[in-house]
């Protein structure tokens, strides 16, 4: 297809090489032969599953590496959507969700999501403990861990996961964001990703009772994490925003006023930086570095993050008259989360057409929530919440093969149910024991002062 | 070389692990059986061929993730380098045209860049249809694509070359900035990366006529695509110049009043991202993860664009007497031009020449077309286009084994040639049905309020 | 522990594809064979070591990508930890370092860092000449250079160990910020990249002295460069710090006037950009794929970072009786510091207390530089100097069987000594010569004005 042949004299030259080089041909070949001797037991030459195990764990790791800038995705996205006066106040939230995140997942989160025969109640709940305890064993050199089918070591499935886990509280950070009280949020995103994330993540990802049903034969079906990750975080937010009520001066006798949020640069290298990043998170659910399905899951992911961008700008042009910025970014990412469920399951075409669907959701959805005046400033529970449930039925739609519909609708209703009342009970005690809003006066100054002593910019 | 003797034990524990690890011996080897039973066919082992395959593809995905952000590249370079009150709009092209450029690139774009057989004029012009014709092959799964030489699946070659599509509208976007109606450039934008990008990328790339000059033994040769992505977008940003005319108030009776970038950050972010994503253009274009060229072509660019970057400095230093920050940044780009086309066919040293090169030329390029007035407000035509027809030619000049100086001639006038006639007439015909500029108060009111009714940044 | 069943139909099918897909299998086969053939010398298959090789170096090159994002980290981290009128010079600086670090790198850095036998002082002084020297060789195509214990090309030993000479002289960027003259810097940091880290690190990474200390039974540990990286720019910062004096008005009789960083926003960008980054610069010191260390490395890497952003957050909220952004950034840098040493060494938890501690002891540092009026904008004496002297000597602490401490504290003492009296040395030179520091109207107006002419932000 492409002309290669100026390039064929390297292709065949790495071999000859080996007994060329330096002439030091003798001390290489020694180097090799013990290796490859390694390679064979009982007569069998193990290399080939070697090798694609090496390189599905380097997959696993840069993936892993790709989710965490998503972190970073989040904290402009947020910080760009809001006011100039909370910057630092939502930069502070994202690292402290970054890191308590990932010491968490270490600590209890990897053992509850993977709770492997551990289970307090069968199938539903598996506290566990630190991840010494798992990764203690063989299972961090080689095929020890999870063979071919999860081909990375303990550690590669840690890191990964561990940046996965710390997204549900971001997703809240937004939602909550310009009036939370920051204490109260530390510790209502720390026991949110410790031990409300990881229970209703076990019940897919840890074999739980989501993957169990109908004997297994119809098993819940979600990719990536569409309804687990993403849909758990839209539903937590929603819960914890009903309780917060909308920031002063949002919604007055005279109708919705918008708050602008302060730097769309910021907002946009946000939503590009998770874009970038969802090849990772979807690319990576994988679990190796498989060509077939990562090649379609590239495709279908970057197809449906196009359509869903298409679909708000022109459902903005329609319905605000006006071509909008911040509902084409959030109609990127409305694509992106179509097709989480489903990113390894359905063809091109199908995933631009989900990605359409998710994009002209999103507009209607963050207006309808603007009239019922739930006041989410970043738009994250139209982007995550509603539109994740739409990617979660959409596998049983387009893919029937891979997903069933009731099962789509049994772990969309069992998660978001889950998410809204853990996050609602647990917010719910938060103010009831330190408050969970800043005062009015903090509120009007801003929480970068009032809360940090600094403002996020200077003359 | 350096030290690894306390490494030793972790690369020598793998095949250990094997029959160690928890005991589960038996069960895994099953696994790793069956899976190294299906490499061998017909008695030989293939197993070489996939683990090459896999890896290979492997870098392609992460390429074209890396080719993406890209994308946020010149989103913020453009913005960074223009006025506060043209902000949104230039982010909100930028959403527009990955968006676009991905869904057309999939419906249209691949097959008419890759024809084939399917020829309406043979060599020059081959407009296909939707990439589901292409991949509903077998080509998907592994081998069945392009083999060894272009080892990666039929999906892989689609998002990597996806994402090199929509940079040639980018260009353009940039060098309009300001002053272009939006609704206008929308719809240019879309046939330019929809038909006329592939076309010319078809030339080359798709085995047209420029890969057969002299019967295929004085093949242009263009590595990543100096002419084909950076000079087309360059020329068509020229044709887009000359119809769109100066920013109000850039020519004057009193001289040229230069119009300073409103944020230095944002373009530096800008110029950063585009070199970060320029290894995977360029590493990406090796086609498989080779050792030898992969290696080689991270070391020419990173040295080209070094090359560059000091060299405009220099130059900057001398012809403008103070040290410019946006010339340096824009000789870091010209650096990366002037390697693009020969990244894999140079050594280091040459590499290093080449980028001075270009550094040089793209100074006194952007002081000539603000000389001859036409207004350029990123030097996009000077950093792609310009530079573009040096890189181009460098490569027969540095390495005349890889490329004959005719074809590189024939190849940039050709190519530059029909970018230029073909945008000319697109925007022409534009201009004439819509319009392509803002009204002079629309341009002075900035286009964000008036095209899309908010401003970038708030208080 | 994750069901993979829905995907092993793709998982099995790639080896069936080699003989079906599209007909074409004699051609394939034969290319194939070609390439297999070539894998075979003497009769051994060399194919598992030349996979292995492969994947090694595709991630070296990946890594040498990451850690150059690293320069965008620190571009922005510095840009927004500093006042708005020297935001141009910094960036300015940054575009500089990478430039002339690569260069230098290729010219005389590299070959002085790894001076094989052509030392002028046996171990401790090896200056060398341009790579063109080394990569003439046979090196660049497959395992003629480092074999399977430093699995790249020379190629991609080069490009990747060039990504980091650049750092060490943009710590010290940072330090001295809105006081330096541009071209003293200029000067001063290409002489500190091409010539005092490369002899630092050539004692450590160069087989030097202190890769020799107790006959090479107690080699000096440094995984990826506490000290030999971030130390060497820390101490090498402390000594053109004291030599620059502080900023005007910094400190005053009424004691300490905090000068605020002028945007939040770009500094966390710059640390998660770092953050991100540092999976390179640890994962890609593996100098393989070997899936057994990396996977320990991204999470101990992940994990102190956590740790420190954690203990920072808590010691600024105790300490400074308020929840501080920029000790919270400079916490999550302080964590990887801590770890760069050791990360291949230690186990998780063991990784979580040395950021932890790393986080405490930065909060502190900066506090004291301060108390004794050590003017340094960004605090990277703080993060890269002394936490690095902790990473270092923590590998002895928790990992006495890798590092032992008496070598530890040897390596620490003549990196940080040597760094300090090249940096004073150069320069006190540069000073005596040409004068370091700007004038005080031009340090009150901003370098952006007064050396550049043109203001970083226009409105």
Redesign the interface.
Known sequence: ????K???P?????????????G?EDE??A??????A?????G????????????S??????A???V??M??GF??LE?GLT??KN??NI??K???I??????TY?LIGFNTH?P?DNWQIKNIIGIGG???EL?D??????????????A????????FQ?MFAATAATIVSGAVAERVK?GSFMIYSAILVAIGYTIAGSWH?G?GFL?KLGGGEK?F?DFAGSTVVHGFGGAAALAAVIILGPRKGKYTANGIKPI???????A??G???L??GW??FN?GS???????????V??TT??A??????AS?FTSMIVLR????SM??NG?LAGLVSITAGA?SV???QA?VMGIVGGIIVVFSILLFDKIKIDDPVGAISVHGVVGIWGTLAVAIFAPE?ANFVSQLIGVVSVYAFAFVFSFALFFIIKLVMGVRVSEEEEVEGLDVA?????????
Do not use: C, R
């Open positions: 297809m492409i002309s290669l100026s390039k064929l390297w292709l065949l030259a790495p071999a000859a090489m080996i007994s060329t080089a330096f030091q290489y070949k180097d090799y032969d013990a290796l490859l390694d390679q064979v037991v009982d069998v030459d193990y290399s080939y599953a070697f090798d694609f195990f090496t390189t764990m380097l997959w696993t790791v840069i892993a590496a790709m965490f800038i972190h970073l904290a402009t910080a006011q100039k910057t630092v930069l502070f994202n690292v402290w970054i890191s308590i995140g990932l010491l270490a993977y492997g630190p991840i010494s990764t064993g063989a299972g961090n050199n080689s095929f020890g861990y999870g063979g071919m089918d999860l990375m070591t303990a550690y590669g499935d840690f890191i561990a920051l990802w074999e993957n098993a079906y602008l949020g302060h730097s769309m640069p910021l946009a290298i939503v590009f930086l874009f970038f090849f990772g690319g994988v679990l190796s570095a498989n060509p077939g399905p990562l090649g379609l590239f495709t970057a197809l993050a196009a359509g869903g961008g298409v700008i006006k071509p909008d910025l084409a970014l990127l390894d063809e091109p075409m631009i891979t809360e940090h002593g600094v403002p996020a910019y200077t003359d």
